[in-house]
């Protein structure tokens, strides 16, 4: 059996972080599927799903060590295009993961104690971000 939903979350920008294990705790029991998985993915290309602690040191290290890497200010041959100045986003999403699979046994994410499910959008600007939950199992 396969259930799939979208969820949809307002972001910030520019690093805007949102733990949705809540959100994704409620697909799974509204499923209805005891033994399996749950995919959780990011449907856009300049932002991340991520299993972390969901704690303020560890999202400022991880903004900070992305910035050694892919500098936000750099200059990125996607600005020739000329539509938007996100180049960086794009580069840091590609080093990351859009998606994660979590197991379900028993009706329950089998996350660790300190795990959550985390969204990471790094476009700039305010916008409207869409989450797909895909519950599979039996």
């Known amino acids: 059996m396969i259930h799939t939903q979208e969820i949809s979350l307002f972001s910030e920008g520019d690093?805007?972080?949102?733990?949705?294990?809540g959100r994704v705790r409620e697909v799974?029991?509204?499923?209805?599927?005891g033994e399996g998985r749950v995919l959780v993915y990011?449907?856009?290309?300049?932002?991340?799903?991520?299993i972390v602690e969901h704690e303020?040191?560890?999202?400022?290290?991880?903004?900070?060590a992305l910035e050694a890497i892919?500098?936000?200010?750099a200059d990125y041959k996607h600005h020739l295009r000329g539509y938007d100045n996100n180049g960086a986003a794009h580069v840091r999403t590609a080093?990351?993961?859009?998606?994660?699979?979590?197991?379900i046994q028993a009706g329950h994410l089998l996350l660790g104690t300190y795990q959550e499910i985390l969204v990471i959008d790094m476009?700039?600007?305010h916008?409207?971000?869409?989450?797909?939950?895909?519950?599979?199992?039996?």
């Not at 990011?42 to 991520?50: E, P």
């Open 15 to 21: 690093f805007y972080a949102v733990n949705i294990t």
């Open 28 to 33: 799974v029991a509204s499923s209805g599927i």
């Open 42 to 50: 990011y449907r856009h290309t300049t932002g991340a799903v991520m």
């Open 56 to 64: 303020a040191g560890i999202l400022v290290d991880l903004e900070d």
């Open 70 to 73: 892919v500098p936000a200010a």
């Open 95 to 103: 080093l990351l993961n859009v998606s994660v699979t979590i197991p």
């Open 123 to 125: 476009d700039p600007g």
């Open 127 to 138: 916008k409207t971000r869409n989450i797909i939950i895909q519950v599979s199992g039996q």
